[in-house]
């Protein structure tokens, strides 16, 4: 089975801090995203990445950017976290089968 | 403009009955569909997906429909226990695109 692991399952950070999320993927995929969820909202896409060192603009980029030096490893860095980045965080990785395969989710809390 | 949804935010049913959750969608173009279950806490689970080339799929105890004339996908559930209390998403996929979610419907079972 695909095993998606974030590394943190929640998280209480200050306003103005610098957030990172780490997201591990054990399955050789070629394509990894972040999404935040919220209540009524559904998953909005932040970033996605094809490969190693390459990365797209999802639907909700503002605030956020991305890290993917190895290609099991897809981390979310928020530069200065503000509240309204209080959300869950779900990494996901996609093979060659078009199945997103996700983790347990960040529950983060910016105060 | 391009979206998938769903027609009731929460279902109720009870213990032994078949459960029926909808999900509209708005592009033709998609071709794809996944139906993923989210327990409390953890990230979504994949159930089963269609691709639209079909109208009905089965697994375990579930059954996926697709009707592409009025772009509506459904998730039938039998028999349905304690332990398919959860928040259901319908996701589309376009050739080449990144999935589209649903904000999802909380299924509770009651005794």
């Known amino acids: 089975d695909v095993k998606v692991t974030q590394s943190s399952r929640y998280l209480v950070k200050r306003t103005g801090e610098k957030v990172f999320l780490e997201c591990v993927q054990d399955m050789d995929h070629e394509n990894m995203f972040w999404y935040r969820q919220d209540p009524g909202l559904g998953l909005r896409l932040i970033y996605f990445s094809y490969d190693v060192k390459m990365k797209e603009k999802g639907d909700i980029p503002e605030g956020y950017s991305v890290s993917r030096e190895k290609k099991e490893r897809f981390s979310l860095i928020l530069e200065s976290a503000s509240t309204n980045q209080t959300s869950m965080y779900l990494c996901?990785?996609?093979?060659?089968?078009?199945?997103?395969?996700f983790g347990s989710g960040t529950q983060l809390s910016v105060l | 403009g391009e979206s998938v949804g769903l027609h009731l935010p929460t279902l109720s049913v009870q213990e032994g009955d078949n459960s029926i959750i909808n999900c509209a969608y708005s592009n033709s173009a998609s071709d794809y569909f996944i139906w993923y279950k989210q327990e409390s806490g953890k990230g979504p689970q994949f159930i089963i997906d269609i691709r639209s080339n079909m109208d009905k799929r089965q697994g375990q105890r579930v059954t996926v429909l697709l009707n592409k004339t009025v772009k509506h996908l459904s998730l039938q559930i039998a028999a349905t226990q304690p332990g398919d209390s959860a928040v259901y998403f319908c996701a589309e996929n376009r050739d080449g695109q990144n999935f589209v979610f649903g904000p999802g419907t909380r299924l509770s079972v009651l005794p």
């Open positions: 996901a990785s996609e093979g060659a089968v078009e199945k997103l395969f």
